[in-house]
């Protein structure tokens, strides 16, 4: 997507909903300190936390009883439209400006010994790697690629192995592709398609792998039906997703004035760390690795820290992408993004909202 045709058709944004308290619209139009509004975030989270714990257990249960019987009824996805709108048809260079080398756009790995966002990145993938098992030779199935970050490691450190990659979004299958005619992969194919509606031949994968996709899901027990069907005798999938380490909530019900699911994740659901363990109808699990999340903490500071160094170019960038008069909302609106981002999973030392990996095996 050319520059000039970004500045000729803005992305089309709603107009303010009306429950948008008057702090939340200080907050957009920079009159918040950050640290003020950092505050203000983690008091939010104590409160839900608060709330839920104020239910008791049995109700607590029940509640996330009903949430598991609700997802087995609605559709794959929902508001996958609106997905793009919020993230995917941005030109890519938001996020070269943002993300790291990669344009890892999820949790990185952080410990003690690693320097910058770029060494995170790499951490995580090769974390991938090795937890989902996979090998050259093998036939890959990345189920929401993102910007290509796992697709492009996978071509590069498994040259025999042939990748398969689907995203949501046109723009992020022809950066993909442009990045595989420069770097000389020819062993990867991108397609574009509605999850609703992907329809893939059977038994033809030895791994599947979803990075932070299953969040915009709800109908788990379909999805991972259909993805046992996609895989081999013996296949895997792998599947990386954020979650809190009890909740299950959807982010259209996670407040009043519900900023984070009007503009960043609608559709968007929180799943709980022991979800996916419900729908073990057709894969069964393997392995489960949980990790706090402060290491999505000090990602989504990175990320912030990448938008305020280049801040000249994102906004000509925003400028492009959402017209003149909305490129400083924008940039104050990713700003606050990050923050949230960080400030949820740093939340009590990153013990409360986590990133969790899982390995499932395809049964029989």
């Given at each position: 997507m050319s520059s000039q045709s970004l500045a000729a058709d803005p992305i089309q944004r709603e107009p303010v909903a009306e429950n948008e308290s008057t702090l939340t619209r200080w907050a957009e139009r920079g009159l918040i300190p950050d640290g003020l509004l950092r505050f203000g975030i983690r008091r939010q989270c104590a409160l839900r936390l608060s709330q839920e714990n104020a239910l008791g257990v049995e109700a607590t249960a029940e509640r996330q009883r009903a949430q598991i019987d609700e997802l087995r009824h609605s559709p794959i996805a929902i508001e996958t439209a609106a997905a793009n709108a919020q993230h995917y048809e941005l030109p890519p260079p938001f996020f070269q400006l943002c993300l790291g080398k990669n344009l890892k756009y999820s949790s990185c790995y952080w410990d003690d010994s690693t320097p910058d966002l770029d060494a995170a990145e790499a951490r995580m993938l090769g974390l991938y790697g090795e937890r989902a098992e996979l090998a050259d030779g093998q036939h890959i199935l990345e189920l929401g690629c993102g910007w290509g970050s796992l697709?492009?490691?996978?071509?590069?450190?498994?040259?025999?192995?042939?990748?398969?990659?689907?995203?949501?979004?046109?723009?992020?299958?022809?950066?993909?592709?442009?990045?595989?005619?420069e770097r000389g992969l020819d062993n990867v194919s991108v397609i574009t398609t509605d999850v609703n509606t992907l329809s893939l031949e059977a038994d033809q994968f030895d791994r599947a792998v979803s990075i932070e996709m299953f969040e915009h899901m709800r109908n788990y027990e379909h999805l991972l039906q259909?993805?046992?069907?996609?895989?081999?005798?013996?296949?895997?999938?792998?599947?990386?997703?954020?979650?809190?380490?009890?909740?299950?909530?959807?982010?259209?019900?996670a407040g009043e004035d519900n900023w984070m699911g009007r503009h960043f994740f609608t559709g968007g659901l929180m799943p709980a760390a022991d979800t996916l363990l419900h729908f073990q109808k057709d894969i069964h699990i393997e392995e489960r690795w949980l990790l706090p999340g402060i290491h999505y903490e000090k990602t989504a500071n990175a990320w912030l820290e990448?938008?305020?160094?280049?801040?000249?170019?994102?906004?000509?960038?925003?400028?492009?992408?959402?017209?003149?008069?909305?490129?400083?909302?924008?940039?104050?609106?990713?700003?606050?993004?990050?923050?949230?981002?960080?400030?949820?999973?740093?939340?009590a030392e990153g013990s409360e909202w986590l990133v969790a990996h899982y390995r499932f095996a395809r049964k029989g």
């Open positions: 697709t492009l490691w996978m071509a590069a450190r498994y040259p025999s192995a042939r990748i398969t990659a689907v995203s949501n979004s046109r723009p992020q299958r022809e950066f993909i592709e442009a990045r595989c005619k259909r993805i046992g069907a996609w895989l081999k005798p013996g296949g895997k999938l792998f599947v990386h997703i954020f979650c809190h380490k009890t909740l299950a909530y959807p982010f259209e019900t990448n938008q305020d160094r280049n801040r000249e170019q994102v906004m000509e960038i925003l400028t492009q992408a959402y017209g003149a008069e909305q490129a400083k909302l924008w940039n104050q609106r990713w700003r606050m993004f990050w923050m949230a981002c960080a400030e949820l999973f740093g939340y």
